[in-house]
C-alpha cells in the first residue's frame, strides 16, 4: 500500500490525531561505541519537555532583531595548522518566547551551534562530551573524514561519555558544511531540539575574499504557547518534520542591514529536519557562486530562486540593486506533502535592508570560479531505489475507504498504545526494499575506484539522497527514454530527487571502512531509509 492511500483513510477516521512521544533511553541501555549492534527506534511516553497544546504565534519569539552570525567554537590549540576544541550535548534552558525557558538539546548552550571555523590543511581534533540522557554522536557533513571519526550509528556515544574525533581537512577542500547527531531512530529528534552547527572551511587563496560574507544557519522550530518543543505526531513521521519558524542564525526573521559596498556573499545551510528552502528575494535575482562541495564551475547568474533540500548549502551572491529591501523567503515548494498539504506554504526568513549599501561597480566573476578536471570513467555500477511501504497486517487490506479506515484496518497497523506514541509501526522509508539494519552490509565498493551510482526515487514525494565521506557529481536526470543534464559542474554530497524521478551520480571512495547513505529527511531516516555501504 503507499503512502497516499494510507492517508487517505487515516485523514478521515476519527480520534487519530494523538499527542505523541518518545522517551529518551536510560543510561543503562546505552553503549559507547558498541560496534555490531542493532540499535531499533525508541517507543515510550512524551519526550521531556515535550509538551502539548496550541502552538505559540508567529511573533511569540520577537522577529526583527538585528541579524547576528553564529557564535564561533574556540580553538583552544597554540599549534597553528591545529584546531582543538570541545563541544558538549547538553540539556539547555533558552529564553526565545520573552520570560518563557525552554527546554532545548544544544552544543554549548547555543542555537544553532557554535561554528567551526577551519582552513584547508587542518588538523582537526573535537571532543565531544555528552550529556544527554541517551546516546549521541557527531556526524561531520560532507566532510572527507575517515569512518571511524565519523560518528557513524555503530559509534554511540553514551549518556556521560566523551570521545575526541580527529581528521584532517585536505589542501583542495573549500566551503560550508555541518555537523549533527547520527544515532540510529534518535537523528530526528536531536537536530529538531536543537543539535546542529555550521563548518566553514576557508582555501588558502579565494579570488572573491573581497565581497564581504555571511553565514546563514537555517533552522526548524516547533514551540507550544508555552514554550515547550513537542513531539513528533504521525504526520511529522510521515512527512519530516516542520515546525512555525524557520530561523535564521537561532533569530526569527532579522533584519540584515546591506554592507555598504553594494554587494554580499550568503553562505546558506539548511539544517533543518524536512524542510525545503526555495530561496528568493521577490524582484531580484541571485547569483549561484557554490554548492554542497564549494564553488562550482562557472557562477550561475540571474537565478528567480536557489533550492536546497535539507542538509544542502549554496554560496549565493546577492547585489543590493536599489536601496528598498526586501524579504529573503523561503518560497511555496511542491514536495509531496500527505495529509492534504500540497506546496509547503512560503514563509519569510528575514528581512534584507539595502538603504546603507551604494550602487556597486560591474563585477566581472572568475572564469571559471572553480578549475574541475574531468571526471575518471566509472568502472562499476550501483542502483539504490527509495521508496515507501504502508501494509495493513493480519489481512486487513481493503478495509481502507474513503470516509476513513475501520477499527480492523487500524488493528492492522499494530497496537493503538504504539498509534499513540507517533510511530506508526507499520510504517517504513525502504532503500533496495529494505529497512535499515546495523548488522547488515548493503553494498560493497573498492576504495579508489569510481562508481555510477543510479538514485531511483519510486515514491511519492522528494527524497534528499546522502552519501557519507565523499562528494560526487550529478551526471543526468534520465526519464522516459530521454535524459536531462545537470546545467553546470559541482561537487554535492545531497541531491533531491522529486517523486517517481532518477539521477544518476559519478562518486568515488578513498577510505576503506562503513559509509552510511540515506534520505536526509531525517524522520524517513529514523523509520528505515538508510543504508551501509563497505569500502574494502
Excluded at 539547555?92 to 548552550?109: K, Q, R
Aim: proline share 8%.
Amino acid at each position: 500500500m503507499r503512502r497516499r492511500d494510507f492517508l487517505t483513510g487515516l485523514a478521515g477516521s476519527a480520534g487519530l490525531a494523538l499527542a505523541t512521544g518518545i522517551r529518551p533511553a536510560s543510561g543503562g541501555q546505552a553503549m559507547h561505541h558498541a560496534g555490531g549492534s542493532s540499535a531499533q527506534p525508541r517507543h515510550g511516553p512524551p519526550a521531556m519537555g515535550a509538551g502539548s497544546g496550541p502552538l505559540a504565534a508567529a511573533d511569540a519569539i520577537p522577529p526583527g532583531r538585528p541579524f547576528a552570525a553564529p557564535a564561533t567554537l574556540r580553538n583552544t590549540a597554540a599549534q597553528p595548522g591545529l584546531f582543538r576544541a570541545t563541544l558538549v550535548a547538553a540539556p539547555a534552558g533558552i529564553e526565545l518566547i520573552p520570560g518563557v525557558t525552554t527546554e532545548a538539546w544544544a552544543y554549548n548552550g547555543q542555537l544553532p551551534g557554535p561554528l567551526i571555523d577551519l582552513q584547508a590543511g587542518d588538523e582537526v581534533e573535537i571532543t565531544l562530551e555528552n550529556r544527554l540522557p541517551e546516546p549521541t554522536t557527531i556526524h561531520w557533513h560532507g566532510l572527507p573524514v575517515p569512518p571511524d571519526q565519523d560518528g557513524n550509528p555503530d559509534a554511540a556515544v553514551a549518556p556521560g561519555a566523551s570521545h575526541t574525533y580527529r581528521f584532517k581537512i585536505p589542501e583542495d577542500v573549500e566551503g560550508l558544511y555541518w555537523y549533527h547527531p547520527h544515532p540510529h531512530g534518535q537523528s530526528g529528534e536531536q537536530v529538531h531540539r536543537g543539535l546542529a552547527g555550521a563548518i566553514r572551511v576557508r582555501a588558502r587563496e579565494d579570488a572573491l575574499s573581497a565581497i564581504p560574507e555571511r553565514i546563514l544557519v537555517v533552522t526548524d522550530l516547533r514551540l507550544t504557547a508555552l514554550g515547550a518543543i513537542p513531539a513528533n505526531d504521525m504526520m511529522d513521521w510521515m512527512n519530516g518534520r516542520e515546525g512555525q519558524y524557520a530561523l535564521v542564525n537561532g533569530l526569527n526573521r532579522p533584519v540584515l542591514r546591506f554592507d555598504a559596498c553594494g554587494r554580499e556573499r550568503w553562505h546558506v545551510l539548511n539544517a533543518t529536519n524536512a524542510r525545503y528552502l526555495r530561496l528568493a528575494l521577490p524582484g531580484r535575482e541571485l547569483t549561484l557562486l557554490g554548492t554542497d562541495g564549494g564553488r562550482i564551475e562557472q557562477a550561475q547568474a540571474g537565478l528567480p530562486d536557489v533550492l536546497l533540500a535539507p542538509a544542502q548549502r549554496a554560496e549565493i551572491l546577492v547585489t543590493a540593486t536599489d536601496g528598498s529591501g526586501g524579504a529573503l523567503m523561503a518560497q511555496a515548494y511542491a514536495r509531496g506533502r500527505m495529509g492534504g498539504a500540497g506546496e509547503t506554504p512560503p514563509i519569510p526568513l528575514m528581512q534584507v535592508d539595502f538603504g546603507a549599501a551604494r550602487q556597486p561597480r560591474p563585477l566581472a566573476l572568475p572564469q571559471p570560479l572553480r578549475t574541475f578536471q574531468a571526471l575518471p570513467g566509472a568502472t562499476a555500477k550501483k542502483r539504490v531505489v527509495m521508496s515507501e511501504s504502508m501494509p495493513m497486517a493480519h489481512g486487513s487490506h481493503g478495509m481502507m475507504s474513503a470516509g476513513g479506515m475501520s477499527m480492523a484496518g487500524m488493528a492492522g497497523m499494530g497496537n493503538m498504545g504504539e498509534m499513540g506514541m507517533g510511530r506508526p509501526p507499520a510504517m517504513q522509508f525502504l532503500l533496495n526494499g529494505k529497512a535499515f539494519d546495523m548488522r547488515r552490509i548493503d553494498l560493497s565498493s573498492r576504495a579508489g575506484e569510481w562508481e555510477d551510482w543510479e538514485i531511483v526515487n519510486d515514491s511519492d514525494m522528494d527524497h534528499p539522497f546522502h552519501i557519507h565521506g565523499t562528494q560526487f557529481a550529478v551526471l543526468e536526470r534520465p526519464l522516459d527514454g530521454s535524459s536531462t543534464r545537470e546545467p553546470f559542474r559541482a561537487w554535492r554530497d545531497t541531491v533531491n530527487l522529486k517523486a517517481r524521478e532518477t539521477v544518476l551520480i559519478r562518486t568515488t571512495q578513498a577510505a576503506r571502512g562503513i559509509r552510511m547513505f540515506h534520505c536526509h529527511i531525517l524522520e524517513h531516516e529514523d523509520l528505515g531509509m538508510m543504508g551501509r555501504l563497505e569500502v574494502s
